[in-house]
């Protein structure tokens, strides 16, 4: 089996596709039932996030036909080591609009814990590195700690076209992450008033609680409240917020994918837009941070380990052979032994079988160490074979 990711990001698609392609939540269990049930994979998970849309496999090479049919599109295909090393990337938010973003480690985890039924034993080792080469990036370099979300990067482009918060009403429709993100926000940047719109009222009341907030109903039942800054935040098929639904002057940020305002609001009197490829042009202009070359090292050092770990634990089942095998010569001799001196008394006995183990443990100590540490070199299959071949051990490996 081989580990593979086939999807489709902001940086190769416009946003619009990315938008038609997106998976709803509600369809993402039947959809990874039937890819891990698609001959050639051995597992899957699906990344699905504002700026991508990526499954990750463990299969065949029957595997890629199953992850593009179900795209649905021609997607970007990465293999072996490129694949480790670009999920290695986005989970230290190398690879996001908002460059260092530190939100995507939460959207990995969830998307593995959605997978859970999925999953193989390559995918949590390739997720578990992913997750610390950005825990690490975080840790060792001021890109993890100046990493800015999309919906922070929103904010304040919202508080530069308002002139600040202070004072202002926000309109924040949705309760979940994203939506819990920017209503703190609001209520540090000095907000006069926050409306919470969601269509679970309990969710909303929630929220409105911790930011000092007010519920404002069902987003879907009639007019929206007046409001200086509205934001949107939910998962749903169609948009949430149409033309003359909205009153001007406003600002409306759409941080929804698909996205949940709909194009005609643009026209509307007083009324400026933002959505998630508006955010991307913006970010786009900002220079890369100096920690950037750093972060990529640290990237680079999770990548080798993992190949390193994996090259060991290949001679794993060879190793273990070959200590079954002189297990096995032992036994037969030690057998052998009693039988030629059947007057050895039980402490003669088990004075000879510990030495016999003894000497057997030794000769093998070396090989094995080296056979371990050879794996892990370029070429270390070549060993692992030659140690087979020599020991008569072929259909180990």
């Not at 939100?103 to 578990?128: C, D, K, N, T």
């Not at 992913?130 to 304040?156: K, P, Q, Y």
């Amino acid at each position: 089996m081989s580990i593979l990711c086939a999807g489709l990001t902001y940086e190769h698609v416009p946003i619009g596709v990315l938008e038609r392609l997106a998976v709803p939540d509600e369809h993402r269990p039947d959809l990874l039932r039937r890819l891990r049930a698609a001959p050639g994979v051995d597992g899957v998970f699906l990344l699905s996030t504002c700026n991508r849309l990526e499954f990750y496999a463990d299969g065949d090479t029957r595997a890629q036909a199953a992850l593009e049919q179900a795209l649905d599109w021609r997607p970007l295909v990465r293999r072996e080591v490129c694949a480790l090393e670009h999920l290695c990337s986005v989970a230290g938010g190398l690879e996001s609009m908002a460059l260092g973003e530190r939100e995507i480690a939460g959207q990995l985890r969830r998307a593995v814990r959605a997978a859970a039924a999925s999953m193989s034993p390559g995918l949590h080792r390739l997720v578990r590195t992913a997750l610390r080469a950005g825990r690490r990036v975080r840790a060792e370099t001021d890109l993890g700690t100046a990493g800015l979300s999309l919906a922070g990067a929103g904010m304040d482009l919202a508080v530069r076209r308002l002139h600040g918060l202070a004072g202002r009403v926000v309109l924040v429709i949705g309760a979940g992450a994203v939506a819990r993100a920017v209503a703190r926000r609001a209520r540090t940047l000095g907000a006069g008033r926050i409306l919470i719109a969601n269509r679970g009222r309990a969710a909303a009341e929630r929220l409105a609680a911790e930011v000092g907030g007010v519920v404002a109903g069902d987003p879907s039942q009639g007019p929206l409240p007046r409001c200086d800054l509205m934001i949107t935040a939910v998962r749903a098929p169609e948009p949430v917020v149409t033309a003359g639904r909205v009153t001007g002057p406003a600002f409306v940020l759409d941080l929804g994918l698909p996205r949940n305002v709909a194009p005609e609001v643009r026209k509307s009197p007083g009324v400026r837009v933002a959505d998630i490829e508006d955010l991307g042009r913006h970010l786009a202009g900002r220079g890369l941070p100096d920690e950037l070359e750093r972060a990529r090292a640290i990237v680079a050092e999770e990548v080798a380990a993992h190949l390193t770990e994996g090259h060991e634990r290949a001679a794993v089942p060879l190793i273990t052979a070959l200590r079954g095998q002189a297990g096995q010569v032992v036994a037969d001799e030690v057998v052998r032994l009693h039988r030629r001196l059947p007057g050895l008394d039980e402490r003669a006995r088990r004075e000879t079988e510990a030495a016999i183990r003894r000497v057997a443990g030794r000769l093998l100590h070396e090989p094995t160490i080296r056979a371990k540490r050879l794996s892990a070199t370029p070429g270390g299959a070549r060993y692992l074979d030659a140690l087979a071949h020599l020991y008569g051990l072929e259909e180990t490996t």
